[in-house]
């Protein structure tokens, strides 16, 4: 191989290294964002209301059986 095939490659393997890298990095910044309260539309959100309304029912089963 020549000195350009050589260059070529390496240019190649660079640009497909840091395409993953880059992609690697959006998807890890998009799934953080997701853990994070932004006002309803996040999974943490989502969880925090389930954790609610389970509490509702617990206390709404424990009063019932209490009577």
Known sequence: MSPSDWAGLGVAVVTLVGSFAVMVRFLVKHY?????????SSLSDSVTRLERQ?????R????RGAK
């Open 54 to 58: 389970v509490e509702e029912i617990y």
């Open 60 to 63: 709404v089963l424990i009063e």
């Open 32 to 40: 953080l964002s997701e853990l994070k309260p932004n006002g309803g």
